[in-house]
């Protein structure tokens, strides 16, 4: 580890010191504790996220006010919770995704609550650091603020996450407020809601027009305004996202909405290239697909050629 100049401190020559037992022991202790306090840095100067401590939504606006970007994947039980953390996550998202990744429903609206507690338990336990969200579905918030707060407490308790996460602008406003009012901390999620596709009519790119570009640039004021800790922009043109990340105060997490945000966020089987189909703002890193099917289909031939198990 390369101390920082902040850590350094200045001792007096041994031959003038008459320095006690005790004596030293303070320097260490005072050395030990610059050694804690001084915040890593990285070659920028800019201060890092200590990999060790648990994320908060602190953390993650202190990384913003850095110009630290930070990294956001969907998870959707313990084994992808502990494998996206190892490789250096700092958040996952349980996303109402689960329907179409997992359970292979056609949209998110038939996600239950049962479904979203399920999945956020199973994360939680797999995570060590790591911020959970935790998607409230379809249903469960839109009627009114208490029938959010309801639900939004039976998922903290009941799971252990750290946020939960509803869509819409404007409209959402005052149950983004009743609930930060009360102390639960809300991602807002506007843009492309893939809750409202049976509206819209297709999982398009939004704010191509002047009234949807304006209007999103009102939903992402009224939502920060509400008290969001942070916000998602789905599919909504760079430019647009760029603009929102400068007059926002809260982090901005971009899938497909361009560089400019302050965070990034895909779906763990679009990343991984399980899917198959991905979305054309979601490309794979890996073709974990091919890899599997192939893996299983050498398995299954050696055990109908009898080389598994082995004799």
């Not at 789905?234 to 603009?243: G, K, R, T």
Request: contains cysteine.
């Amino acid at each position: 580890m390369k101390i920082q100049p902040a850590m350094l401190l200045i001792l007096p020559p041994k031959a003038n010191t008459g320095t006690t037992i005790g004596q030293s022991a303070a320097t260490i202790a005072m050395l030990r504790l610059s050694l804690k306090t001084v915040p890593a840095r990285g070659r920028s100067g800019k201060v890092m996220m200590n990999k060790h401590k648990p994320v908060t939504a602190a953390t993650l606006l202190r990384a913003r006010q850095q110009g630290q970007k930070s990294v956001w994947l969907t998870a959707y039980d313990a084994v992808s919770a502990r494998l996206a953390e190892a490789a250096g996550a700092d958040v996952l998202l349980v996303g109402d995704s689960l329907g179409m990744v997992v359970l292979g429903l056609d949209s998110t609206l038939p996600v239950t609550l049962e479904h979203m507690i399920h999945h956020t338990r199973a994360v939680v336990r797999g995570r060590t650091r790591a911020w959970v969200v935790c998607d409230l579905p379809f249903g469960s918030y839109q009627r009114s603020p208490a029938q959010a707060f309801d639900t939004s407490v039976q998922v903290l308790q009941q799971t252990g996450c750290d946020a939960v996460k509803i869509e819409g602008g404007e409209p959402m406003a005052d149950t983004i407020r009743f609930l930060a009012d009360r102390g639960i901390a809300v991602v807002a999620h506007i843009g492309l809601t893939p809750q409202s596709v049976k509206k819209f009519g297709s999982y398009g790119k939004r704010g191509k027009t002047q009234h949807e570009y304006e209007q999103l640039l009102r939903d992402a004021q009224a939502v920060t305004g509400a008290g969001a800790v942070a916000l998602v922009l789905e599919n909504i043109p760079a430019d647009l996202a760029a603009a929102i990340t400068s007059t926002v105060s809260i982090p901005t997490v971009g899938i497909g909405a361009g560089p400019d945000c302050d965070a990034q966020v895909l779906v763990w089987h679009d990343l991984l290239g399980i899917s198959g189909d991905n979305p054309p703002f979601a490309p794979a890193y890996a073709n974990l697909r091919e890899t599997i099917i192939d893996t299983i289909r050498r398995w299954a031939d050696d055990v109908r050629g009898r080389r598994f198990p082995e004799p």
